[in-house]
């Protein structure tokens, strides 16, 4: 059975907010059991109504499912200590965007911002799902460039492990000490009026 946590003893709000955000965390315990097409077509779609700069929607997800031909072009890419628990998730999907507008090809300042947005929106819906979605950077973004023929006026943003929660136990020692919620700074280390204050 997956671990469940009780939240209060690692997380405490200093405002009232949405459980579901308080509660969204990324596990590494992954069960090996595969997801359905159509609770991972949910998953993008929560993504796709994320807002974005012009309503330009620059996020892109290519995905990969275990067990298929097209598992190797993601899982391949990632580091050895990722690839120790992500061979047990349902998917692999890379999050690119786009950096140019569609409506005037000229360069988004805002197109990382809003593909975190996407990713977000993803994750949230996954956890309403009893699903994990947990975010990595620990890949080749090189060989994705290339392996995955990514044109140049995308950027590779990261990479989402999906599925359903596993056992803690199945982990290595050195993932099992770091599997629980993790905590947040403080509000004054993240938001100050009127000028640069941290």
């Not at 907010?17 to 997801?35: F, K, M, T």
């Not at 140049?152 to 000490?177: C, F, H, N, T, V």
């Not at 905590?183 to 100050?192: G, L, M, P, S, T």
Request: charged letters at 25%.
């Amino acid at each position: 059975m997956p671990e469940t946590f009780d939240l209060s003893q690692f997380r405490q709000p200093e405002q009232k907010i949405n459980p579901l955000i308080l509660n969204r965390w990324s596990p590494r315990a992954l069960s090996g059991e595969a997801i359905s097409d159509e609770e991972l077509s949910a998953l993008f779609e929560a993504a796709k109504w994320a807002p974005s700069c012009f309503n330009n929607q620059p996020w892109r997800f290519i995905y990969v499912k275990n067990g298929t031909e097209h598992w190797e072009k993601l899982f391949s890419l990632l580091a050895e200590k990722n690839k120790l628990w992500t061979a047990k998730a349902a998917v692999l999907a890379l999050v690119i965007s786009k950096q140019t507008f569609d409506y005037n090809g000229l360069p988004s300042k805002t197109s990382s911002f809003d593909a975190g947005a996407a990713w977000e929106n993803l994750a949230l819906e996954a956890a309403t799902r009893g699903l994990v979605a947990h975010g990595m950077a620990g890949f080749d973004y090189d060989r994705a460039k290339a392996d995955l023929k990514i044109p140049d006026d995308y950027k590779i943003e990261a990479m989402i492990a999906i599925g359903r929660p596993g056992r803690k136990e199945d982990l290595s020692e050195e993932l099992q000490a770091a599997e629980f919620p993790s905590d947040r700074k403080k509000q004054v280390q993240i938001a100050a009026e009127g000028e640069f204050k941290f």
